[in-house]
């Protein structure tokens, strides 16, 4: 028996025994409430990005490269037909590299469990592994923190998706998101 069921098996023999203030204080000491505490997150490309670069593109769960957002989105809008992409995620509509190799920002230590909202906290890891870690810790999912990668050796395409912006312009006057990419890309360029 683990710890949980052992402390939940204790209360309830608290409470067939009509020692229910026993087994309200057994819960609050050994297995507490604590309730989720929702706040918006809401990061800049530019803020995402610089996480993105110190991570090396590496999704820091699986330890598998991943590639900037600009260069997923600009290679949909130029291929929409083989790689579809769907604004809500939506799999049967978007491309699965979307949340394969999309990378994203997780609180390391989550939010809803005291971790904090700062840089410090912050991770790169794919949507997928995103969604899958959720408001569990590491040890909760018997996963490990990978490595941080070196940037000089995988960008994520980021020099890419630059170079291929500066050769046609257009593309940045026609789509806001990519745009949006590029200016947050263009000081880490190497």
Same mark, same amino acid.
Request: contains cysteine; proline residues 5%.
């Given at each position: 028996?683990?710890?949980?069921?052992?402390?939940?098996?204790?209360?309830?023999?608290? *409470?067939?025994?009509?020692?229910?203030? =026993?087994?309200?204080?057994?819960? =609050?000491?050994?297995?507490?409430?604590?309730?989720?505490?929702?706040?918006?997150?809401?990061?800049?490309?530019? =803020?995402?990005?610089?996480?993105?670069?110190?991570?090396?593109?590496?999704?820091?769960?699986?330890?598998?490269?991943?590639?900037?957002?600009?260069?997923?989105?600009?290679?949909?809008?130029?291929?929409?037909?083989?790689?579809? !992409?769907?604004?809500?995620?939506?799999?049967?509509?978007?491309?699965?590299?979307?949340?394969?190799?999309?990378?994203?920002?997780?609180?390391?230590?989550?939010?809803?469990?005291?971790?904090?909202?700062?840089?410090?906290?912050?991770?790169?890891?794919?949507?997928?592994?995103?969604?899958?870690?959720?408001?569990?810790?590491?040890?909760?999912?018997?996963?490990?923190?990978?490595? =941080?990668?070196?940037?000089?050796?995988?960008?994520?395409?980021?020099?890419?998706?630059?170079?291929? *912006?500066?050769?046609?312009?257009?593309?940045?006057?026609?789509?806001? !998101?990519?745009?949006?990419?590029?200016?947050?890309?263009?000081?880490?360029?190497?």
């Amino acid at each position: 028996m683990n710890k949980k069921t052992a402390i939940l098996s204790e209360i309830c023999t608290e *409470l067939s025994a009509g020692r229910k203030s =026993q087994a309200a204080g057994l819960l =609050q000491q050994s297995y507490p409430f604590v309730p989720i505490q929702k706040e918006k997150r809401q990061y800049t490309p530019r =803020q995402m990005t610089e996480v993105f670069v110190r991570d090396g593109f590496i999704d820091r769960y699986g330890g598998e490269r991943l590639v900037f957002p600009g260069v997923l989105r600009l290679i949909s809008y130029l291929l929409p037909d083989t790689f579809p !992409y769907h604004p809500h995620g939506h799999m049967e509509k978007g491309h699965i590299a979307f949340w394969d190799l999309f990378p994203t920002i997780d609180h390391l230590e989550p939010l809803a469990r005291g971790g904090k909202d700062e840089m410090e906290n912050w991770v790169c890891t794919s949507m997928r592994r995103n969604l899958l870690k959720s408001n569990w810790s590491l040890e909760e999912l018997g996963w490990k923190l990978h490595d =941080q990668g070196d940037f000089t050796e995988w960008d994520g395409l980021l020099s890419w998706f630059i170079e291929y *912006l500066e050769i046609d312009r257009n593309l940045l006057k026609e789509s806001a !998101y990519l745009r949006r990419w590029w200016n947050a890309a263009r000081p880490f360029t190497v």
